[in-house]
């Protein structure tokens, strides 16, 4: 079992930028592929971006290419998502998300592949 905390959302303008961290305890962090998803009003939770157990590799939603960047720092259990240009379409409840992998280059894009999940953390960008 692990247990995932989000934190970092908030209220910003159009063209801001916010950090979201997400803090995992109970398991060895290492040992988990780690995925930042969101989720609107009246829309299915999606996949924003994921990184392997290792960080060499991510994937990014179209939406977020060149303005989001996930990371990890497997010293102190937390994954990172930089926001940056922030739009009012970014607007939703920001979930990260965990599953123990062997492998440590895979990265898992599909919110079925994942079995442990944050709280949530609100992201608002006004225009």
């Known amino acids: 079992q692990v247990q995932l905390v989000e934190s970092g959302g908030g209220l910003v303008q159009a063209g801001g930028s916010l950090r979201l961290s997400c803090v995992a305890s109970?398991?060895?962090?290492?040992?988990?592929?780690m995925g930042w998803f969101r989720q609107a009003p009246g829309k299915e939770r999606a996949v924003v971006a994921a990184?392997?157990?290792?960080?060499?590799?991510?994937y990014y939603d179209d939406s977020a290419k060149s303005r989001f960047t996930i990371s990890r720092d497997n010293a102190k259990n937390t994954v990172y998502l930089q926001m940056n240009s922030l739009k009012p379409e970014d607007t939703a409840v920001y979930y990260c998300a965990a599953n123990r992998l062997y492998d440590g280059g895979t990265v898992l894009l599909q919110k079925y592949d994942y079995n442990y999940w944050g709280q949530g953390t609100q992201v608002t960008v006004s225009s």
């Open positions: 990184i392997s157990r290792s960080g060499d590799n991510t």
């Open positions: 109970g398991r060895t962090f290492s040992n988990y592929a």
